[in-house]
């Protein structure tokens, strides 16, 4: 009984998640991956190319050729838990309703921290693009250009889409391209868009990164891993020598996402984003950031692995990063978040995912 409670429980928690995430599995990653996520880290296949197609010949068929799918190790590199405390009750008679609430709110929570590492992993390892500031009037034209360059790259047409921000939001409706929901398919709504615009499913994504107006991608070239580490459960306090008549509602999610090609997603920015290079410093273990912004920043700080990405306006910690200069001790996969400051307040910032490359061995 108890586990078949647990299983309840967890695939509540997963319901709450996956109506929450904004970036949705299928709609903005895919959950291809061998291996079990919960030993730390599993394989991804990143192919570059389609498999080719030939002519056949029946009388001699047709040669093999060599596919260039290869495969990565995916740390897991996020953890997190829920450890909500019921006063009041045993674990054996906390009432339904409170149970079902505590579980609501662990999938909300769940899912706005997965949203917001995913979104990190998005920016880190797509392509930056900037443009010039988007109205009504060029919404629609710099959609269409993002959806050229795709193209042009082999991003399949079906399935891409636009994660616009608010202000980006106000200009596409306001275009007379875009075709809401209501008038598309029940997959597009399903999707979580609000509509369609130069063949992209439109989803309205709240983000306060300085400059983003965009992030145009395919499901096809970003991953999401995610896997109970710890099933969510009701537990007994009892004997923990601190909590008398007291349970907690306790689950831990181990997940991780990276992007497979960096051209599958373009990071649109208004007007310029903040480009980042990496090279190998002159200590082992440290890598060093060229920095090319046009902002009005007088100063830049670095974050690495940010839990909480800068917001446009806002104050911020980080370390003091001069570009070019600075060494940074890193390893490969780390995400360094590198922002503009101009009067103690975040103005740009930039993203970049560190390859093994680019650290000194």
């Known amino acids: 009984m108890a586990q078949e409670m647990q299983e309840q429980y967890n695939e509540l928690v997963l319901a709450k998640l996956r109506s929450e995430l904004v970036l949705k599995d299928g709609v903005v990653f895919n959950n ?49 838990a829920v450890n909500e405390i019921i006063d009041g009750y045993e674990a054996s008679s906390v009432p339904d309703g409170l149970v079902a609430e505590r579980l609501d709110s662990a999938g909300y929570s769940l899912g ?43 991003i399949p047409a079906a399935g891409r889409y636009a ?9 596409v409706v306001r275009s007379p391209e875009f075709t809401q929901a209501a008038s598309l398919g029940d997959e597009v709504k399903q999707s979580g868009a609000i509509g369609r615009i130069a063949g992209f499913n ?41 909590y008398i008549g007291a349970s907690a509602v306790q689950g831990r999610m181990v997940y991780a996402h990276k992007v497979l090609r960096q051209k599958g997603v373009r990071c649109v920015f208004a007007p310029q984003p903040v480009e980042l290079a990496a090279q190998q410093g002159a200590a082992a273990g ?31 910690g980080g370390a003091a990063i001069t570009g070019g200069t600075t060494e940074i001790p890193a390893s490969a996969g780390d995400v360094v978040e590198v922002v503009g400051i101009k009067n103690g307040k975040v103005v740009a910032a930039g993203y970049l995912t560190l390859a093994a490359t680019a650290i000194k061995a």
């Open 32 to 80: 291809d991956f061998d291996g079990d996520p919960t030993a730390g880290a599993v394989r991804i296949p990143t192919r570059e190319d389609e498999v080719a197609a030939g002519d056949y010949d029946r009388a001699s068929g047709l040669a093999p050729t060599n596919g260039s799918t290869a495969y990565t190790t995916l740390p897991i590199d996020r953890d997190k």
């Open 112 to 154: 706005r921290a997965m949203d917001a590492d995913g979104a990190a992993a998005l920016l880190a390892g797509g392509t930056p693009i900037g443009v010039p500031l988007v109205d009504a009037q060029s919404v629609y034209g710099m959609l269409v250009r993002q959806r050229t360059q795709m193209s042009k790259d082999n």
């Open 202 to 242: 439109v989803i309205e994504f709240n983000d306060a990164t300085p400059g983003l107006a965009v992030v145009c991608g395919h499901p096809r070239f970003a991953t999401r891993v995610n896997a109970w580490q710890a099933p969510v459960r009701l537990q007994s306090l009892e004997g923990s020598g601190k």
């Open 286 to 316: 440290t890598t060093v950031i060229q920095i090319s912004d046009a902002s009005e920043a007088t100063g830049y700080k670095y974050t690495l692995n940010p839990a909480q990405r800068a917001a446009h306006g806002a104050s911020y």
């Open 163 to 171: 994660l616009c921000t608010p202000d980006v939001i106000a200009a």
